[in-house]
């Protein structure tokens, strides 16, 4: 049997490559999920560990564990005359004054902005101090270090994307007071023990950051304090804490480092679940095609596994026979899809760069856990996928081998309409009980009725397909005449298989109907929103997602015929000990700018120990008008009473809004996330736009729109998420073109006798090759119907569930929907071409006399 099962492996060895292939693409996805991730987290622990020193003083409360990470400062200082203090203390090497600044941005010799899409622009001062555990801080490339006020050095990577040379003057751009200033470029350096991942930085020397950056004050934003050889962190934290003053915090480098690396995991954390849910479905793709596939198999050789019945071989040796075939196809494939998924990993890597993220400079990461799960799940989806046709191989009769007709008949479809049935209702009842919010994670509950809806249409695809089997049939006999018959009746006449190769190519276009609904919705939400919560005639925003300097719209105020101008800010606070994202507002310009949807109370109270609360939050916290709560950052902490809730709008977006008097008293940096801008009654908006550009003209991270350009930029990161969710999914519907290629190609050698006779009776080369493209158009178009019906119903689902997060709107696409259509014809056709070719090639009287 052994001997047995190797032979058919290597007689069958393009049937079973196709398989294989959707096994590669499948396990590819979930190696190179796991490599990018990987990748990522050594990237970003080296980049951390080398941005902090054996221990750092900030500002903040002795408890303030937020507070400890890098940009997280707020307005307060260190005072110079504390760092001899911390440099004295048991223990200590030396202490070393650090200003930084997390918004700083190159401007390249054709003015366009180094940067900025994710990465921050850091800039820091010189000092000679290491970071943690001895790692040089700084290492100079190329040049000097600056020495005067007006010199900076660049990183490698930023100094070559700008083009400049030693010597030329740098534009540079911030978010603070002073937002744009001119330094000579002296020299390059690598900061850190290892890539920036796409940031970029700037070394000033220390009188001119603390002019640019604190105001022209004798302070630094941190000190980090180094440890003597055979000191500790620990050891040297416990001596800081001994002399650190209240309102001082003191915390190692080691769990600094480790916090910010476990933040920013977290925040990326969604790159692994995004390609692995692609993986998932890559994989229940695949597992279509490798079922149809070893089905036809085993009804080919009905006659062989009966021969090997009859001379003794049990049923459990014949469905072993076959599993084994399906490991061997399983094991290759996971093999070749480990090697895939660097290929895919590089490609990640590639389209991150795009956005920022920058990972040039680090190896791909291979652990094993990669390779244990890919191989693990690549064997086992295979072998699952081939159980029920192993089983079936068992059952041949060994009376078959006498048999004439060497195809197995094809099973009764009652317990597959019976447990499709059963799933499309459970199905159903689960998405409605998630719509309800019913149960603690509503969302799961919704998705795993899509996926049971999803898995019960596919089983009843045999009953559900038949409208669109009869009405592309009355067209084909219409259109094609006996050809169209025959293709019809083909494409009937097997109605699982014919419905398998289709719910392959339906689970793709489905997934692709849904984002393109939710895609389509999503913009139309948006422009709603903002026609109708916004009525500034301008939107002054960043680019780039980065805050501003607050003296441009102090410019603007200043700009004639501009009637009102409402500044938003933004910060992650904690709010009764949970980080949420917070706005600040002046109430009374707000009402001058938009329409807030107010629900209890009024934002005319909102002052510097106030809050209000979106109604959304109130609810889930048990709030209303009147509550208290604590306001927590950078280590100073207020209690604010809560004077308004509101529906979150454009303007009003966060969960959290505060007074701008309200976030300078806490500390929050005085940088702008947004400006909204009235024109006065009768000004020439064209003359107004451009006196408003004016402002900005010498800083490239900040643009001036009217309302329908700033809708255009807000759809902009929609269109861009929506072509990586399309890119991903057509990998999906690839495998599925293979399944129809390969049922097809199959179907051809199952039928070589009756081509043989058709061909014989008259049937021409065109016809035979007519014939097949239409009976794979059939099954695209059925795929196809059955997806767009689907995606429509989860779309609709989906966007019902997001209403409160602001998909309000229901978008239907339907020129797009059209497209799905038309593409999946075409597929029918291309995927006809080789099989079309193959049976028109065959010679008739050998066909005729085949067994």
């Known amino acids: 049997m052994l001997k047995a099962t190797w032979r058919n492996v290597f007689a069958h060895k393009l049937r079973l490559f196709?398989?294989?292939f959707a096994v590669i693409l499948g396990v590819a996805f979930v190696a190179g999920s796991y490599i990018f991730t990987d990748t990522l987290d050594r990237a970003f622990t080296g980049l951390t560990s080398g941005a902090v020193g054996d221990v750092i003083v900030q500002p903040g409360s002795s408890d303030d564990e937020e507070a400890s990470g890098p940009g997280a400062l707020g307005t307060r200082t260190v005072p110079a005359s504390l760092v001899d203090e911390l440099g004295a203390v048991p223990g200590?090497?030396?202490?070393?004054?650090?200003?930084?600044?997390?918004g700083t941005f190159v401007v390249g010799k054709d003015g366009k902005l180094i940067g900025g899409q994710g990465p921050?622009?850091?800039a820091v001062n010189r000092t000679e101090g290491p970071a943690a555990n001895g790692i040089p801080s700084a290492t100079l490339e190329s040049g000097r270090w600056p020495e005067a006020p007006d010199e900076v050095v660049l990183d490698p990577s930023t100094a070559r994307k700008a083009g400049y040379l030693l010597g030329e003057r740098i534009p540079l751009v911030t978010t603070s007071e002073v937002p744009r200033i001119e330094v000579t470029y002296v020299g390059t350096a690598s900061f850190g023990a290892s890539a920036l991942v796409g940031a970029s930085v700037v070394m000033l020397e220390t009188s001119k950051a603390q002019e640019v950056y604190l105001g022209g004050e004798d302070a630094f934003s941190a000190v980090w304090v180094t440890a003597a050889p055979g000191t500790s962190q620990e050891q040297?934290?416990?001596?800081?804490?001994e002399v650190l003053p209240e309102g001082f915090r003191a915390a190692t480098g080691d769990a600094t480092s480790e916090r910010a690396s476990t933040r920013i995991d977290e925040a990326l954390s969604f790159v692994t679940t995004f390609l692995l849910v692609f993986a998932g479905v890559a994989l229940t793709v695949g597992a279509f095609l490798i079922v149809n596939t070893f089905s036809i198999l085993v009804a080919q050789r009905s006659r062989e596994l009966a021969l090997l019945r009859a001379i003794g071989a049990s049923r459990r040796q014949v469905a072993r026979s076959v599993l084994a075939e399906a490991g061997v196809v399983g094991l290759v494939g996971s093999a070749v899809g480990i090697a895939m998924g660097f290929v895919l990993a590089v490609g990640i890597k590639l389209l991150f760069s795009r956005i920022g993220l920058d990972l040039s400079a680090n190896?791909?990461?291979?652990?094993?856990?990669t390779v244990v799960v890919a191989l693990v799940v690549g064997i086992l989806v295979t072998l699952a996928a081939a159980y029920l046709p192993a089983r079936r191989a068992g059952r041949v009769p060994p009376v078959a081998a006498m048999r004439d007709d060497v195809a197995l008949a094809e099973s009764g479809l009652r317990w597959r309409l019976a447990v499709g049935a059963a799933l499309l209702a459970a199905g159903i009842a689960a998405m409605a009980a998630g719509l309800a919010d019913l149960g603690s994670q509503p969302t799961y509950v919704l998705g795993a009725g899509a996926?049971?809806?999803?898995?019960?249409?596919a089983l009843l695809s045999p009953v559900l397909g038949r409208p669109v089997l009869a009405a592309l049939g009355w067209f084909y006999r219409r259109s094609f005449g006996a050809v169209g018959l025959m293709a019809e009746q083909n494409a009937r006449r097997n109605p699982r298989r014919t419905a398998a190769t289709a719910s392959a190519l339906m689970i793709g276009v489905a997934l692709v109907t849904m984002m393109s609904v939710l895609g389509a919705s999503a913009k139309a939400s948006l422009d709603q929103s903002l026609s109708e919560d916004i009525v500034a005639d301008f939107v002054v925003s960043n680019a780039v997602g980065q805050a501003f300097s607050s003296t441009v719209a102090d410019e603007i105020e200043q700009v004639d015929g501009v009637a009102a101008v409402a500044r938003v800010r933004s910060a992650v606070l904690q709010v009764d000990g949970d980080r949420d994202f917070?706005?600040?507002v002046d109430p009374a310009a707000v009402d001058a700018v938009a329409r807030p949807e107010i629900v209890t109370g009024t934002l005319a109270d909102l002052d510097a120990t106030s809050v209000a609360i979106s109604s959304e939050l109130a609810a889930d916290r048990g709030w209303a008008v009147g509550s208290t709560v604590k306001i927590e950052y950078a280590g100073a902490t207020t209690d604010a009473t809560v004077v308004a809730t509101y529906v979150e709008g454009a303007v009003l977006q966060s969960d959290v809004t505060m007074s701008l008097e309200g976030f300078d008293a806490i500390g929050v940096p005085p940088t702008d996330r947004t400006v909204y801008v009235v024109a006065a009654p009768g000004v020439d908006r064209a003359v107004l736009g451009a006196a408003l550009k004016d402002v900005v003209v010498d800083l490239p991270t900040v643009t001036v729109n009217d309302q329908e350009t700033f809708a255009e930029e807000q759809r902009a990161p929609i269109d861009q998420l929506l072509f990586i969710v399309y890119a991903l999914l057509g990998l999906a519907v690839v495998i599925a073109v293979l399944g129809i290629v390969n049922t097809l190609a199959l179907s051809v050698i199952e039928r070589v006798r009756e081509i043989g006779l058709l061909r014989a009776v008259?049937?021409?080369?065109?016809?035979?090759?007519?014939?097949?493209?239409l009976e794979s158009v059939a099954i695209a178009l059925l795929g196809a119907v059955l997806g767009i019906v689907l995606g429509l119903a989860f779309a609709l689902a989906l966007q019902r569930s997001l209403i409160d997060d602001g998909i309000d709107v229901l978008a239907i696409p339907v020129g797009q929907l059209a497209l799905f259509v038309a593409v999946a014809a075409v597929v029918g056709v291309l995927a006809a071409l080789w099989p079309g070719r193959r049976a028109a090639k065959l010679d008739i009287l050998r066909a005729i006399a085949s067994d």
């Open 18 to 20: 196709l398989s294989a």
């Open 92 to 102: 200590a090497a030396r202490a070393d004054g650090r200003v930084s600044n997390f």
């Open 120 to 122: 921050p622009g850091i």
């Open 236 to 241: 040297l934290l416990a001596s800081v804490k």
């Open 363 to 369: 190896e791909l990461v291979l652990r094993p856990r």
């Open 451 to 457: 996926f049971g809806v999803l898995v019960g249409t």
């Open 582 to 584: 917070a706005s600040a």
């Open 762 to 773: 008259g049937l021409s080369r065109t016809q035979l090759r007519t014939m097949l493209r």
